[in-house]
């Protein structure tokens, strides 16, 4: 199965852009990246998703080089409210017959400060 | 998006008891819930994957006596974790994927249930 890497923690400041790469060297062809972010004793909720290129929603970007072994997460002008876990995540579809699953590490613990 | 609730939020129970944490899709259906535990300051660890009106798939290394997975219908799964010690103690989430339309690995996730065992 897939295993990513990345950065265990990030310091950011109010107002700036936040970019969270994470690593994937085995992901297999039909692998999907995926980012949930997770505040304390929550649930994870999902940001966005992606195969290749780039991948642009109403909260952030996702960027997947051409060799699709890494990606970034991109956060545009940071709050404090965005201080969280994010996890980078790859894997097949949920409901594919191969019933590939998802593998989560450790995250990223992202630190907003004022 | 979907809602995915659970219930309790947060049980404390006496060791050998057995507490049962509910699972439900309010506003859609889900043939598939899947259940997790997460230990502080670690990431979540699938536990088992429950299917409606068939058995729970479960991880390697769960027991599937101690905690027991019942998907009564499309929008409730129940997991019971039967004579719980305190290395039981946890946060344990549960979620759906969406429908057709749905981001392929995308989950909607329980607000999640904190278990304290004394």
């Known amino acids: 199965l897939a295993k990513t890497t990345q950065p265990i923690s990030m310091d950011s400041y109010e107002g700036q852009e936040v970019n969270i790469t994470c690593s994937h060297n085995?992901?297999?062809?039909?692998?999907?990246i995926t980012w949930y972010q997770q505040f304390p004793s929550q649930g994870p909720r999902f940001i966005i998703q992606?195969?290749?290129?780039?991948v642009t929603n109403e909260v952030a970007s996702l960027f997947i080089p051409a060799d699709r072994k890494s990606s970034t997460l991109s956060l545009p002008r940071v709050s404090l409210s965005d201080t969280a876990v994010y996890y980078c995540?790859?894997?097949?579809?949920?409901?594919?017959?191969?019933?590939?699953?998802?593998?989560w590490g450790l995250g990223t613990s992202l630190a907003v400060n004022p | 998006g979907a809602v995915v609730s659970q219930h309790p939020s947060r049980v404390i129970c006496k060791s050998g008891t057995s507490v049962k944490i509910e699972c439900r899709s309010l506003?859609?259906?889900?043939?598939?819930m899947f259940w997790y535990r997460q230990f502080p300051k670690q990431s979540l660890m699938l536990m088992a994957t429950?299917?409606?009106?068939?058995?729970?798939?479960?991880e390697q290394g769960v027991e599937k006596d101690k905690f027991l997975i019942n998907h009564a219908s499309l929008t409730l799964s129940t997991l019971t974790v039967t004579s719980a010690h305190p290395e039981d103690s946890s946060f344990y989430i549960c979620?759906?994927?969406?429908?057709?339309?749905?981001?392929?690995?995308?989950?909607?996730f329980g607000p999640g249930t904190r278990l304290t065992v004394l």
């Open positions: 979620s759906a994927p969406p429908g057709p339309g749905g981001a392929r690995n995308e989950q909607f």
């Open positions: 506003d859609f259906q889900a043939t598939t």
């Open positions: 429950s299917n409606e009106g068939s058995k729970a798939t479960y």
């Open positions: 085995n992901i297999a062809t039909n692998d999907y």
């Open positions: 992606g195969y290749k290129t780039k």
């Open positions: 995540l790859v894997g097949g579809a949920i409901n594919a017959g191969n019933n590939r699953k998802l593998i």
